[in-house]
């Protein structure tokens, strides 16, 4: 019968397990700053993902002049610079991926770092974006208005 030596095995380097927790913890938070509040932020900028061409989001009557509204689930806010005109763009902020809430005073504002956007043509009013917010395609047939 012949002897072998048996060598123990070893884990990673106490240093290499806590060097990747750290780096795990970091990827978490920075994840969790483009996360939006209303199931719709998951960082990306991809617009209107998820949602079908054809789908009505709502009626004019519904859109402020010199204001907007948020279509949350369809990722789209739409806005109406002057009367009887009216936009559309992706509700992700080029920033960080939040989800742009609230539409006052020609401004589409986005809540987590506080970016700008202008509703005639989604263009950053006021940093930290430095890209407008992408247009999307929409249609109005008499008072209702559709994404294409």
Do not use: N, W, Y
């Amino acid at each position: 019968m012949t002897s072998e030596s048996v060598q123990p095995t070893t884990g990673p380097a106490r240093r290499t397990v806590m060097a990747a927790a750290g780096a795990t913890g970091i990827a978490v938070a920075l994840t969790a700053c483009g996360s939006g509040d209303d199931g719709g932020g998951d960082g990306g900028t991809e617009t209107g993902a998820g949602t079908a061409a054809g789908t009505v989001l709502g009626k004019t009557s519904e859109i402020p002049e010199g204001g907007g509204k948020v279509f949350g689930d369809a990722k789209v806010v739409v806005t109406q610079p002057t009367a009887g005109e009216f936009k559309a763009f992706s509700s992700t902020c080029t920033h960080q991926g939040c989800q742009v809430k609230e539409i006052a005073d020609g401004i589409i504002h986005c809540p987590c770092h506080q970016s700008e956007f202008s509703v005639t043509d989604g263009s950053v009013k006021k940093g930290p974006a430095t890209k407008p917010l992408p247009a999307e395609q929409i249609t109005v047939d008499g008072d209702t208005i559709t994404l294409v």
